[in-house]
């Protein structure tokens, strides 16, 4: 069974960093991206960014560019979102999700997600 857990939510204060990990399991069919959405309270779901699992490349929203880096590890099972830098517009639940094909960031075409983990950004 496929399966996406995230790791890693937790409280931080406003300038601080956290990571957040994302541990893919029991796929059948390749996927060659995943990816980090967000949803804040009241707002709609957006991307933050995503990686090509194959070669790394990354690509991200501008909201986040610059602070936040997403990498994966060598075994290319586990994603993580560094997050840097973080401000109270940070505070969401996070989702990783995979798919077979690109999909840039438009989380209605994401096929494989996780159940989500809360990152609260606190002044």
């Known amino acids: 069974l496929e399966q996406l857990e995230e790791s890693g939510g937790g409280s931080v204060q406003t300038g601080g960093s956290l990571r957040l990990s994302c541990a893919a399991s029991?796929?059948?069919?390749?996927?060659?991206?995943m990816a980090w959405f967000r949803r804040a309270p009241g707002k709609e779901r957006e991307g933050v960014g995503y990686?090509?699992?194959?070669?790394?490349?990354?690509d991200y929203n501008d909201s986040v560019k610059g602070r936040f880096t997403i990498s994966q590890d060598n075994a290319k099972t586990t994603m993580y979102l560094n997050m840097n830098s973080v401000d109270r517009e940070d505070t969401a639940t996070y989702y990783c999700?995979?798919?077979?094909?690109?999909?840039?960031?438009?989380?209605?075409?994401?096929?494989?997600w996780g159940q989500g983990t809360q990152v609260s950004v606190s002044s």
């Open positions: 990686i090509n699992i194959q070669n790394g490349a990354a």
């Open positions: 029991g796929f059948r069919v390749t996927m060659y991206y």
């Open positions: 999700a995979a798919n077979a094909i690109f999909s840039y960031m438009d989380w209605r075409l994401w096929s494989y």
